[in-house]
T-cell receptor, first 111, second 114 residues
Framework: QKEVEQNSGPLSVPEGAIASLNCTYS??????FFWYRQYSGKSPELIMF????GDKEDGRFTAQLNKASQYVSLLIRDSQPSDSATYLC???????????FGTGTRLQVFP | EAGVVQSPRYKIIEKKQPVAFWCNPI?????LYWYLQNLGQGPELLIR????????DSQLPKDRFSAERLKGVDSTLKIQPAELGDSAVYLC????????????FGPGTRLTVL
């Protein structure tokens, strides 16, 4: 079992729709959760991080964390073609500064 | 504020040749990371430095990979000799401090081993 699992996609959504990206993790000691966006040929850039159960909103992005079920999700409202990228979920455990990345989900937003 | 700088951006070498990558982190960032990213995969940590000390190098293949961060600023990652399977993107990242919420990534070096 991989430590951080994501569906590789592609996830295709029409412009203006809500894109829902999911991630599960295996280490119950995980404390910090991150979503990175990576455009093709570019380096990852941080979109959001979340530490506590529940929702965290930032503009069109909402991160949701459920530690009991060991999943974290990212919702993108009013999806735009410029949101088309690979979204990487990353998890950091309590006793280490090491980020464990998933393989990423490729999102395609079509006009 | 300048971001993380890496060079070269692209490198093509033949197998068994040596190669080196250079990284200059964001000014004031004490923690520096080297990651390897294969196509279709997420980044995997190779080594983490806090200032000039390598605090996590458990994933670094020490038979052929080496790294240094002299004076706690710039860092160099070396492969000698390179193998075909080393073809990947090598990413450098930095953060203000260990445990900080955000790691800032450089543009990466795309290595092709022929």
């Amino acid at each position: 079992q991989k430590e951080v699992e994501q569906n590789s996609g592609p996830l295709s959504v029409p412009e203006g729709a809500i894109a829902s990206l999911n991630c599960t993790y295996s280490d119950r000691g995980s404390q910090s959760f991150f979503w990175y966006r990576q455009y093709s040929g570019k380096s990852p850039e941080l979109i959001m991080f979340i530490y506590s159960n529940g929702d965290k909103e930032d503009g069109r992005f909402t991160a949701q964390l459920n530690k009991a079920s060991q999943y974290v999700s990212l919702l993108i409202r009013d999806s735009q073609p410029s949101d088309s990228a690979t979204y990487l979920c990353a998890v950091k455990s309590y006793n280490t500064d090491k980020l464990i990345f998933g393989t990423g989900t490729r999102l395609q937003v079509f006009p | 504020e300048a971001g993380v700088v890496q060079s070269p951006r692209y490198k093509i070498i033949e197998k068994k040749q040596p190669v080196a990558f250079w990284c200059n982190p964001i000014s004031g960032h004490n923690t520096l990371y080297w990651y390897l990213q294969n196509l279709g995969q997420g980044p995997e940590l190779l080594i983490r430095y806090e200032n000039e000390e390598a605090v996590d190098d458990s994933q670094l293949p020490k038979d052929r990979f080496s790294a240094e961060r002299l004076k706690g600023v710039d860092s160099t990652l070396k492969i000698q000799p390179a193998e075909l399977g080393d073809s990947a993107v090598y990413l450098c990242a930095s953060s203000l401090e260990a445990g900080g919420p955000e790691q800032f990534f450089g543009p990466g070096t795309r290595l092709t081993v022929l």
